[in-house]
Every structure is written in structure tokens, then in C-alpha cells.
């Protein structure tokens, strides 16, 4: 992806029951994908361990004190994203044509304060972003609260991941 993300909008669109995941780019490149529930819930989980593997948050002595630092360090960041700026509808470019492509594959790295996301249709080309943890925490509350106005879930935990128990069999 040339440039660097300028802006992101993060929409749920009820007649296709999917997030629109839309990133504009500092070279006016515009990204477009479809991201369902089972994906956005995948998203969530990645971002949530980037944020969570900051040495800042990690190398406090007690719980209550790592959650401290990290209320701290999210509300500096939501206090400095521009939520209310339009998304700029007039790009240069559509790398990846005019259609929005349904998010399928999910690659990530964490280096250090940066996490190296890859969204990737089934087929053909995707989006490299590199996020650092003000851009992490913008982008989990738009995803958060376009989950909310589909009354999505997105907790990770193993008990809301995990398969239906099947029923015994009654002979």
C-alpha cells in the first residue's frame, strides 16, 4: 500500500449484514472490503493482542495497574483521532477495482510497537497496512462500534469461539 492510512471508516450495512472496512490512503488510494462476523471477531482478537503486548501495560506489577495504563493510553488516543471528519469519497486510485472485495484472509506480525496487518480476498490482491497502537485503538472503536449496530458479538473468549456441544444420542 503506497502512502500511509490518512483515514478509515468502519460501517456496518444491514442489507448485506457485513462491515464495510473502507481505508483511504495519504496518496488518496481507497481500500474497500467487506468484513463478515466470523472475520471482524478474528480482527477483533489481533488487535486486541497488539494493544495488550505493549511493554508499557505488560511490565505493570498488578492487574488493576495494567488496566490503569491501558484506559490511559486508549483515552490519549481516542482524544486524538478525528472521528468526525468525513471519509474523502473522490479517490485517485481503486488498487483494487471499483467492487468492494469480501475479506477472506487474515495475515499479522507484532514488531515491536507495530502490527504488520494483510487483508486478502479469497483470490487475488489485498491491503498491507503497518498500524501502530493510536491508529490499533481508533480502529478497534470503529469495528466495535459498527459491531454494535449489527448486534455483533465480538468477544474472543474460548466459550464464544467454541463449537456447540453435540447432543448425546439416545438410543
Same mark, same amino acid.
Given at each position: ?90 479517490? @485517485?486510485? +481503486?488498487? #483494487? =477495482?471499483? $467492487? ?6 487474515? /495475515?499479522?506480525? *507484532?514488531?515491536? @510497537?507495530? +502490527?504488520? #496487518? =494483510?487483508? $486478502? ?6 491491503? /498491507?497496512?503497518? *498500524? ?40
Amino acid at each position: 500500500m503506497p502512502g500511509t492510512i490518512s483515514q478509515m471508516q468502519v460501517s456496518y450495512n444491514p442489507e448485506e449484514d457485513r462491515i464495510l472496512f473502507r481505508v483511504n490512503t495519504t496518496c488518496k488510494q481507497v481500500f474497500n472490503f467487506w468484513i463478515t462476523h466470523r472475520y471482524a471477531v478474528l480482527l477483533a482478537k489481533v488487535l486486541k493482542e497488539h494493544l495488550e503486548s505493549d511493554l508499557d501495560i505488560v511490565l505493570q506489577g498488578s492487574p488493576e495497574a495494567r488496566q490503569a495504563v491501558k484506559t490511559f493510553k486508549q483515552a490519549k488516543a481516542i482524544g486524538s483521532a478525528d472521528f468526525d471528519k468525513a471519509f474523502d469519497e473522490d479517490p @485517485n486510485e +481503486l488498487p #483494487l =477495482g471499483p $467492487e468492494t472485495l469480501l475479506a477472506f484472509k487474515l /495475515n499479522y506480525s *507484532i514488531q515491536g @510497537n507495530k +502490527l504488520y #496487518l =494483510g487483508l $486478502e480476498p479469497k483470490e487475488g490482491q489485498g491491503i /498491507n497496512m503497518v *498500524i501502530n497502537r493510536d491508529i490499533n485503538v481508533s480502529l478497534t472503536t470503529l469495528l466495535q462500534a459498527a459491531a454494535n449496530r449489527a448486534g455483533w458479538s465480538l468477544e474472543t473468549s474460548a466459550k464464544a469461539s467454541a463449537p456447540p456441544p453435540v447432543p448425546p444420542v439416545v438410543n
